[in-house]
């Protein structure tokens, strides 16, 4: 997924959600979101980028679970 103001938005979803974690463009074009926060708000941001209506097109979410690392805030790289 790319679109003008998509990390953005990833951010200020995230942070209305109480999430720690970054938005970050990929060389091959596509945006990785990294989350930190409770199951539930992290599945609800899941929803709000499949569902919801952010910037861009998005064509495709892959989801990986993995052990908290102590992130704090939320960046737009």
Do not use: Y
């Not at 970050?24 to 709000?48: F, H, P, W």
């Amino acid at each position: 997924m790319q679109g003008v103001g998509f990390r953005w938005w990833s951010g200020d979803q995230a942070r209305a959600l109480g999430l720690a974690g970054s938005a970050t463009n990929l060389d091959d074009g596509r945006v990785q979101i990294v989350l930190e926060g409770s199951e539930a708000d992290c599945r609800a941001m899941l929803t709000a980028v499949r569902e919801g209506r952010p910037p861009g097109r998005v064509t495709d979410v892959v989801e990986r679970w993995g052990t908290a690392q102590g992130l704090h805030g939320f960046t737009e790289r």
